[in-house]
């Protein structure tokens, strides 16, 4: 959860933030996208990139942290796509906004 209460001190919270960044990329139709991800916090992430019809190019793949990640998908059809971690969305989410190729 993003707010606990601390187990040794009651009246104290802790709260942690997940996200991506950056959380918007654009890019052409046709291109490859490349991402190279080093998790810093949380300690394990659930994660996918989804087309804009919401089929996985990436599939769901646990990311943890301390170690960096490769992944790459070809931005086939024009629109959204969405990387996501399943366990700290909405916050934990990026969109690759993909222009048509002219």
């Known amino acids: 959860p993003p707010g ?3 187990k040794s001190n009651p009246k104290r ?3 942690s933030s ?3 960044d950056p959380g918007f990329v654009t890019v052409r139709q046709g291109d490859t996208v490349k ?5 810093v916090n949380g300690d394990e992430h659930e994660v996918r ?3 804009p019809d919401g089929r996985e190019v ?3 793949t646990k990311w943890n942290r301390g170690r960096e990640y490769a992944v790459q998908f ?3 059809k024009a629109g959204s796509y969405q990387l996501v971690c399943s366990e700290h969305a909405p916050s934990m989410m990026a969109t690759f906004l993909v222009l048509p190729r002219r």
């Open 35 to 39: 991402l190279t991800i080093f998790v």
């Open 58 to 60: 990436v599939a769901m």
């Open 18 to 20: 997940y996200r991506f």
């Open 4 to 6: 606990e209460a601390d």
């Open 49 to 51: 990139i989804n087309d």
């Open 13 to 15: 919270w802790e709260v």
């Open 74 to 76: 070809v931005a086939e």
